[in-house]
């Protein structure tokens, strides 16, 4: 049966293939990212439908509704985008070939050398991670006790209705990427890696893009390659592309949208408005945090689209844009959970505790807002100084601490207390901050603070004047405006900004274009030789990043194993050492085909205890704020976290309850676990 699947899944990428021909223009570029559109625009809503039919855990039912999907595409597509001429993708892969042989020949050898240490060090990141995706269990710290733990849960249960999970994402976190994760997982024989399919493409999906969206708007192959090469050794970036974390799937998609709004301001064919919408609903429904993105998005918007000669025009574009947008939240944004979460919960996101933990309530009053957000700016500018990845080896971290000293003693001098001011903050802001956390969410890394940072500021400024990189700053620094003050500090808003990043990375264009920039001039050596240097370095960190990623270790270091030669519990609960061996006490004491209850709380990983194959049932009797509810009674056993049960609890302790042994004197880990108890009911 598996077989089966697998040939399935294959006619349907080829299929994909085949109607995007008729979306797409002779580019291979874009060929490729209506191919992704297509692919999640035709799981997305399938997911929906089969949630609402009780056949989310049913293969075939996902396989005739995809299907079913790309089909209504086809016919749409064939309607909006009469007289598409046909090609064959074959030979515009050959044209690009020969495009490729020429330019290298063409480049000069400043060139070849940067290209060369570019296109290496890609390669080699490429090879590690995809080994890494094929090879390591996902442990990301939200995938163990929402993402992924509830795409099981409603496998389980047939449906992704709410049923009350013991964290809270369970229930609200919007549901179009839990519908892609499930029909990967089930498509290819229930392969559990297959749940980062998604996630690894976007990686790439998000290449191709800038590339494109570079090529359209500076029209220089070098300098198109040079921005997608940066781009890919954006380090938060780069390493959730072995990961189930949601923003690099987020990227992804905000990507193919500036794409269609770029090539809408190069062509003119309103198919690129019925493209941006659709990616547009698409990228609304995955997660809330666009919201931050779309005034940023309207800013490009503006540029591509509303400027017009007249308002006869405007007002055309403005029809077929809204319209677009407007039926695509209809199927792929309005579905995913929000207005379920206004009927339960009384608003979009989730309950009110969910909120003031990191929202723009925590500010108060107005003037506070201002007062904590203008502070946020300054941490998270501080925050991008760093030299992320490099600063991972201990030499790194000596020169980092070096460099940054006269950044010290500027804020000190200023009196700004970034790091004094602790109450409107996650984690209080810290000039070293944990080496966890810089380890496991950097920012951009030397190429950002060295090269693009000071470029967006210069263009700000008009020091260098370029009408659509001038649109660009300002999209710039609306998003990181909106993430400075939509909530209270979080060093982990280093995986937001590599959506920042796409507006921020095609600055480097300027390096191609502008006169007073350009190498491609002959001399300028001092210019070249900086520039060069940074890429140097920039290379070195992205290595640093992925090999020395302690929660996916490709080597052994730093006294750990590598993570292909780590057991499995060990490796899922990285981030929870203190609970790892009562973990493995319940593994090897639990059936795989156990059902199981759980008296957990919402911090509490529950995927490990699925075990390795994902069969076990586990029900939770300790939903979010809800109350302890009864022991189901088909019920196996009885898992517990002692601050759940006990003497005082609706359902007592008992002395015949196994203690699993979660070490409860461990202290220098981000979140303490519980004390963990096991109990059979059978």
Same mark, same amino acid.
């Given at each position: 049966?598996?077989?089966?699947?697998?040939?399935?899944?294959?006619?349907?990428?080829?299929?994909?293939?085949?109607?995007?021909?008729?979306?797409?223009?002779?580019?291979?570029?874009?060929?490729?990212?209506?191919?992704?559109?297509?692919?999640?625009?035709?799981?997305?809503?399938?997911?929906?439908?089969?949630?609402?039919?009780?056949?989310?855990?049913?293969?075939?039912?996902?396989?005739?509704?995809?299907?079913?999907?790309?089909?209504?595409?086809?016919?749409?597509?064939?309607?909006?985008?009469?007289?598409?001429?046909?090609?064959?993708?074959?030979?515009?892969?050959?044209?690009?070939?020969?495009?490729?042989?020429?330019?290298?020949?063409?480049?000069?050898?400043?060139?070849?050398?940067?290209?060369?240490?570019?296109?290496?060090?890609?390669?080699?990141?490429?090879?590690?991670?995809?080994?890494?995706?094929?090879?390591?269990?996902?442990?990301?710290?939200?995938?163990?006790?929402?993402?992924?733990?509830?795409?099981?849960?409603?496998?389980?249960?047939?449906?992704?209705?709410?049923?009350?999970?013991?964290?809270?994402?369970?229930?609200?976190?919007?549901?179009?990427?839990?519908?892609?994760?499930?029909?990967?997982?089930?498509?290819?024989?229930?392969?559990?890696?297959?749940?980062?399919?998604?996630?690894?493409?976007?990686?790439?999906?998000?290449?191709?893009?800038?590339?494109?969206?570079?090529?359209?708007?500076?029209?220089?192959?070098? =300098?198109?390659?040079?921005?997608?090469?940066?781009?890919?050794?954006?380090?938060?970036?780069?390493?959730?592309?072995?990961?189930?974390?949601?923003?690099?799937?987020?990227?992804?998609?905000?990507?193919?949208?500036?794409?269609?709004?770029?090539?809408?301001?190069?062509?003119?064919?309103?198919?690129?408005?019925?493209?941006?919408?659709?990616?547009?609903?698409?990228?609304?429904?995955?997660?809330?945090?666009?919201?931050?993105?779309?005034?940023?998005?309207?800013?490009?918007?503006?540029?591509?689209?509303?400027?017009?000669?007249?308002?006869?025009?405007?007002?055309?574009?403005?029809?077929?844009?809204?319209?677009?947008?407007?039926?695509?939240?209809?199927?792929?944004?309005?579905?995913?959970?929000?207005?379920?979460?206004?009927?339960?919960?009384?608003?979009?996101?989730?309950?009110?505790?969910?909120?003031?933990?990191?929202?723009?309530?925590?500010?108060?009053?107005?003037?506070?807002?201002?007062?904590?957000?203008?502070?946020?700016?300054?941490?998270?500018?501080?925050?991008?100084?760093?030299?992320?990845?490099?600063?991972?080896?201990?030499?790194?971290?000596?020169?980092?601490?070096?460099?940054?000293?006269?950044?010290?003693?500027?804020?000190?001098?200023?009196?700004?207390?970034?790091?004094?001011?602790?109450?409107?903050?996650?984690?209080?802001?810290?000039?070293?901050?944990?080496?966890?956390?810089?380890?496991?969410?950097?920012?951009?890394?030397?190429?950002?603070?060295?090269?693009?940072?000071?470029?967006?500021?210069?263009?700000?400024?008009?020091?260098?004047?370029?009408?659509?990189?001038?649109?660009?700053?300002?999209?710039?620094?609306?998003?990181?405006?909106?993430?400075?003050?939509?909530?209270?500090?979080?060093?982990?808003?280093?995986?937001?900004?590599?959506?920042?990043?796409?507006?921020?990375?095609?600055?480097?264009?300027?390096?191609?274009?502008?006169?007073?920039?350009?190498?491609?001039?002959?001399?300028?050596?001092?210019?070249?030789?900086?520039?060069?240097?940074?890429?140097?370095?920039?290379?070195?960190?992205?290595?640093?990043?992925?090999?020395?990623?302690?929660?996916?270790?490709?080597?052994?270091?730093?006294?750990?194993?590598? =993570?292909?030669?780590?057991?499995?519990?060990?490796?899922?609960?990285?981030?929870?050492?203190?609970?790892?061996?009562?973990?493995?006490?319940?593994?090897?004491?639990?059936?795989?085909?156990?059902?199981? =209850?759980?008296?957990?709380?919402?911090?509490?990983?529950?995927?490990?205890?699925?075990?390795?194959?994902?069969?076990?049932?586990?029900?939770?009797?300790?939903?979010?704020?809800?109350?302890?509810?009864?022991?189901?009674?088909?019920?196996?056993?009885?898992?517990?976290?002692?601050?759940?049960?006990?003497?005082?609890?609706?359902?007592?302790?008992?002395?015949?309850?196994?203690?699993?042994?979660?070490?409860?004197?461990?202290?220098?880990?981000?979140?303490?676990?519980?004390?963990?108890?096991?109990?059979?009911?059978?």
């Amino acid at each position: 049966m598996v077989v089966v699947y697998w040939l399935s899944f294959l006619l349907f990428v080829y299929s994909i293939s085949f109607v995007a021909k008729k979306i797409a223009q002779p580019s291979f570029t874009e060929w490729i990212i209506v191919c992704f559109m297509l692919f999640v625009g035709s799981i997305i809503p399938t997911g929906f439908l089969l949630s609402g039919l009780d056949l989310t855990a049913q293969t075939f039912a996902w396989i005739i509704g995809t299907y079913i999907a790309l089909g209504i595409h086809y016919v749409l597509w064939s309607y909006l985008n009469k007289g598409q001429p046909s090609y064959s993708i074959r030979s515009i892969a050959k044209q690009r070939i020969e495009t490729l042989k020429a330019w290298t020949k063409e480049l000069s050898p400043y060139l070849k050398t940067i290209f060369i240490i570019m296109f290496g060090t890609i390669a080699v990141i490429a090879v590690t991670n995809l080994i890494l995706v094929l090879f390591t269990v996902p442990n990301e710290w939200d995938s163990m006790t929402g993402h992924l733990n509830r795409a099981i849960r409603y496998i389980q249960r047939g449906t992704m209705a709410h049923f009350g999970g013991t964290n809270w994402n369970m229930d609200t976190y919007p549901k179009s990427l839990t519908t892609i994760q499930i029909y990967s997982y089930l498509i290819s024989g229930k392969i559990e890696n297959a749940f980062k399919l998604i996630h690894h493409a976007s990686y790439y999906i998000t290449l191709v893009a800038v590339f494109g969206i570079a090529q359209r708007i500076g029209r220089n192959l070098s =300098a198109s390659f040079f921005c997608a090469l940066a781009y890919g050794m954006f380090l938060n970036f780069l390493m959730q592309a072995v990961t189930t974390e949601t923003d690099i799937v987020l990227t992804a998609y905000l990507s193919c949208l500036l794409y269609f709004l770029f090539t809408y301001y190069s062509t003119r064919n309103n198919k690129y408005l019925y493209l941006s919408g659709l990616a547009f609903g698409v990228v609304f429904g995955h997660k809330i945090t666009f919201a931050l993105l779309m005034p940023s998005v309207f800013v490009i918007m503006i540029y591509t689209v509303f400027l017009a000669p007249d308002l006869k025009v405007f007002f055309n574009r403005f029809i077929k844009l809204a319209i677009a947008i407007f039926i695509a939240v209809l199927i792929y944004t309005l579905p995913t959970g929000y207005v379920k979460n206004i009927m339960v919960f009384g608003h979009p996101i989730g309950p009110p505790t969910a909120l003031k933990h990191q929202s723009v309530e925590r500010f108060g009053s107005l003037s506070n807002l201002f007062e904590q957000g203008s502070r946020n700016v300054v941490r998270y500018t501080y925050e991008f100084c760093n030299l992320d990845g490099i600063r991972n080896a201990q030499w790194g971290y000596d020169l980092n601490t070096v460099i940054r000293k006269p950044l010290v003693v500027l804020e000190d001098k200023l009196h700004m207390r970034l790091d004094e001011e602790t109450e409107f903050a996650i984690v209080p802001f810290a000039f070293q901050r944990r080496f966890d956390n810089f380890n496991a969410n950097p920012f951009w890394g030397v190429i950002g603070f060295a090269l693009i940072l000071p470029l967006i500021f210069l263009v700000l400024i008009r020091v260098f004047r370029s009408r659509v990189h001038w649109f660009l700053a300002l999209a710039f620094c609306l998003h990181f405006a909106a993430i400075s003050y939509s909530a209270v500090y979080d060093p982990f808003k280093g995986r937001y900004f590599i959506e920042t990043g796409i507006f921020g990375v095609l600055f480097l264009l300027l390096l191609f274009s502008h006169h007073r920039l350009s190498i491609l001039k002959p001399r300028r050596n001092i210019w070249k030789g900086y520039v060069l240097i940074i890429v140097s370095l920039a290379c070195v960190s992205a290595v640093m990043s992925v090999y020395l990623n302690i929660r996916c270790l490709p080597i052994a270091a730093y006294g750990y194993k590598s =993570a292909l030669n780590t057991e499995r519990i060990k490796l899922q609960t990285f981030a929870r050492p203190d609970i790892t061996k009562a973990y493995e006490t319940f593994d090897s004491i639990v059936p795989k085909d156990a059902t199981v =209850a759980l008296a957990t709380i919402n911090d509490d990983f529950e995927y490990p205890l699925y075990g390795e194959d994902l069969t076990r049932k586990l029900i939770s009797i300790n939903p979010f704020e809800q109350g302890l509810r009864p022991i189901p009674k088909d019920a196996d056993y009885l898992f517990y976290a002692k601050s759940v049960i006990n003497d005082t609890s609706r359902i007592k302790s008992l002395p015949s309850d196994i203690r699993l042994g979660s070490d409860t004197t461990l202290t220098n880990v981000a979140v303490r676990g519980e004390d963990y108890y096991l109990r059979k009911l059978k």
